[in-house]
Nanobody, 120 residues
């Protein structure tokens, strides 16, 4: 059974930073691309970033380019998202997903997510 457990969210002021983590189990993590998606209050799912199985092929949603960094540690079966220079519009529940998650929809996605709230 695929399990994806996100952590690391919190309340930060604009300009602040957070590091999100996603612990994966139940599948061959190192063989799959992985992604982060988010859902803002009252909005649909939005793809944020993806990374290939080998750590290459990194892509970002335009508004987060230069501020967010996706990475992975295949030895630890863990996916990361470093969030810097946070803006209020980054406020959302963040989920990790297996695969490229086109349009924010993943074949498997974390069930709980981790809340990021950016507010002064």
């Amino acid at each position: 059974e695929v399990q994806l457990v996100e952590s690391g969210g919190g309340l930060v002021r604009p300009g602040g930073s957070l590091r999100l983590s996603c612990a994966a189990s139940g599948f061959a993590f190192s063989s799959y691309a992985m992604s982060w998606v988010r859902q803002a209050p009252g909005e649909g799912l939005e793809w944020v970033s993806s990374i290939n199985s080998d750590g290459g092929g990194i892509r970002y949603l335009d508004p987060v380019k230069g501020r967010f960094t996706i990475s992975r540690d295949n030895a630890k079966n863990t996916l990361y998202l470093q969030l810097n220079s946070l803006k209020t519009e980054d406020t959302a529940m963040y989920y990790c997903g297996k695969g490229y998650c086109p349009a924010g929809y993943c074949s498997s996605r974390g069930g709980q997510g981790t809340q990021v709230t950016v507010s002064s």
